[in-house]
């Protein structure tokens, strides 16, 4: 579903992204962590064609996006969960769950906001996979910030795309309410077989939901591996903010990561707080 080879991306002479080799497959669901500035989001962002790399192989959903391609055709395969949400808080729920249509209904009826019923039907079925059915024809200011958020999963739902990428989903949640917001958008990927990428700040929410983990840090992976891999010494590669550990975790002789220290109570706060940013 994903595919990326030496991927490269710098902001003027700030190298945000030092050649990221990344896969991920349908159903997967893929939780990156890093610290703040580690590059995560402007990875995200190159997947969703919002930001474009210097070089490198990307391919997402079937799309090549080192070539031209359209914003529409994009939309078609590739949903993004943001942490506000973005939703428009006038209209219904269930409206806001039908923008999510806006890529593949024609330009005059998303103009003129005709839906077809098909669409309809379909939009109540992602509300019902986020526990939102009964909710479907309020509107959405009326709903509290966990419910937002699990609309803003149901309109990349009713997407029907191939990939779904989630920056920073739950930053503004309290731990209970995230923690049902991760659950919902892991089944319901699970189910419907969409690989995911999920930026998240926390690592007990890594381990919990992600099939697979990849760590980030100053622009290079630092490692790529099972929840139940991410042992002290990948956290302290991961949170590390010594350029040498990042290094030494990214060559040949560790593949997945560098020994650097003891993983202490110290970085585990660093990684707590800047989940709070
Ligand atoms: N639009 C931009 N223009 C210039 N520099 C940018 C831009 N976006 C990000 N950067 C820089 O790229 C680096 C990585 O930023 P990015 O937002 O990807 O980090 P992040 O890992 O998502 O951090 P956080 O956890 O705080 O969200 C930072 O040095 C940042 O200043
Ligand atoms: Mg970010």
Redesign the pocket.
Known sequence: MITIRNLRKS??S?H?LHGIDMDVKAGEFVVML??????????L?CMNGLNQPDSGTLQVGGIDLMQTHSRRELARHVAMVFQHHNLVHRLSVRKNVLTGRLGQVGTLASVLQFFKHSDIALADQCLERVGLAHKALERTEALSGGQMQRVGIARALAQQPQVILA??PVASLDPKTARRVLQYLRDATREMGIAVVC?L?QVDYAKEFGDRIVG?SQ?RMVFDGAPAQLDDAALNAIYSTDTQAADAATSPSHSVHAPTGPWHAGSAQLATS?GA?
């Open positions: 902001y003027g700030n945000v890093g610290l703040s500035g580690a590059g995560k989001s402007t990875l962002r920056d920073e930026n700040h980030l622009g800047a940013m």
